[in-house]
């Protein structure tokens, strides 16, 4: 499948969200693509989510960061999380690799969550190479799963 293809794939797994969650998955994708040129984003469609990661090779276990679409709200989760600096208090969960802020609107996507963002890959021991083109690739499809509405 090439890039376009998995790109319209997105874009028909998202139709199943509300407009709101469709919106503010979209501005929470086009944040993390503007900070890390050259990613691959790998697309799971799976029980509970919709889920992007972002890794520099393809492989899910070098993704720093992915957002998830779920039926009320969107997660970026941050997987450098117990190390991150979080001076605003923004991230949520109690694993030793994750943590993950929840947006709810738009606006939630503010300069403390993009500095959380930019701290994670600051940290992160993979590099991505800004001169590549942002792919998306369908990583995996669940033929069940719970409603997105």
């Not at 199943?16 to 984003?41: E, F, N």
């Not at 009320?72 to 109690?94: A, C, I, K, S």
Request: hydrophobic share 40%; glycine share 4%.
């Amino acid at each position: 499948m090439n890039d376009d293809d998995a790109v319209a794939r997105l874009d028909e797994f998202l139709t199943a969200y509300t407009d709101d969650v469709r919106t503010l998955t979209y501005h929470a994708l086009a944040t993390v693509d503007a900070r890390l040129p050259g990613a691959i984003r790998m697309v799971y469609d799976n029980w509970n989510a919709t889920v992007v990661g972002y890794s520099p090779d393809g492989k899910s276990r070098h993704a720093v960061c992915s957002v998830a679409a779920y039926p009320r709200w969107v997660n970026l989760f941050f997987f450098v999380g117990p190390d991150l600096p979080d001076p605003h208090h923004l991230l949520e969960g109690q694993g030793s690799t994750v943590r993950r802020v929840r947006l709810s609107t738009p606006s939630d996507v503010d300069e403390r969550v993009i500095d959380l963002l930019d701290a994670a890959i600051d940290m992160w021991p993979w590099s991505f190479e800004a001169d590549r083109p942002t792919t998306t690739t369908i990583a995996a499809v669940s033929e069940k799963r719970r409603p997105r509405r």
